[in-house]
């Protein structure tokens, strides 16, 4: 069982989701750290720094998404995969930017906590966008 859900390929929705959560894990661990670094350390504007965070976490996600979590891919040329993969990106980053900046300048949550719940609502997006319109 364990090999199945780390190792080997697989048409399987439901690994396909756990790894997909896993790799999704890592990419916001690239995004989040990547954010609070560029916030706190380079002094950037929150939403600045999350837009550049945001794409790091995204090259990191196409990268497990290609190798790991997905086995089918709906197209054969690489860079029209990689054009769609970022084209779903970018809609999740316009999501990603209205979720922090309407929690953070609205709610008047800390952008961190914002941050999170811009997680979740992107997640859900990025998962069912890829897995239908890129690896079907």
Same mark, same amino acid.
């Not at 048409?11 to 661990?29: C, K, N």
């Not at 990547?34 to 350390?41: G, R, T, Y």
């Not at 084209?87 to 609205?106: D, R």
């Given at each position: 069982?364990?090999?199945?859900?780390?190792?080997?390929?697989? %048409? %399987?929705? %439901?690994?396909?989701?756990?790894?997909?959560? &896993?790799?999704?894990?890592?990419?916001?661990?690239?995004? *989040?750290?990547?954010?609070?670094?560029?916030?706190?350390?380079? !002094?950037?504007? *929150? &939403?600045?720094?999350?837009?550049?965070?945001?794409?790091?976490? %995204?090259?990191?996600?196409?990268?497990?998404?290609?190798? @790991?979590?997905?086995? !089918?891919?709906?197209?054969?040329?690489?860079?029209?995969?990689?054009?769609?993969?970022?084209?779903?990106?970018?809609?999740?980053?316009?999501?990603?930017?209205?979720?922090? @900046?309407?929690?953070?300048?609205?709610?008047?949550?800390? *952008? &961190? *906590?914002?941050?999170?719940?811009?997680?979740?609502?992107?997640?859900? &997006?990025?998962?069912?966008?890829? !897995?239908?319109?890129?690896?079907?």
């Amino acid at each position: 069982m364990v090999r199945r859900l780390f190792k080997d390929t697989t %048409s %399987s929705v %439901s690994i396909q989701v756990f790894r997909y959560i &896993l790799s999704g894990g890592l990419a916001y661990v690239v995004d *989040y750290s990547m954010l609070v670094v560029f916030v706190e350390i380079f !002094k950037m504007y *929150y &939403l600045t720094a999350s837009a550049l965070a945001f794409f790091l976490g %995204s090259v990191t996600s196409y990268i497990l998404n290609v190798t @790991w979590v997905f086995d !089918k891919r709906t197209f054969d040329n690489r860079f029209v995969e990689i054009g769609i993969f970022f084209m779903i990106g970018a809609a999740g980053l316009v999501l990603n930017q209205f979720c922090i @900046w309407f929690f953070t300048e609205n709610v008047d949550l800390y *952008y &961190l *906590y914002s941050k999170v719940i811009a997680t979740a609502a992107v997640f859900v &997006l990025n998962f069912f966008a890829r !897995k239908y319109i890129l690896f079907r």
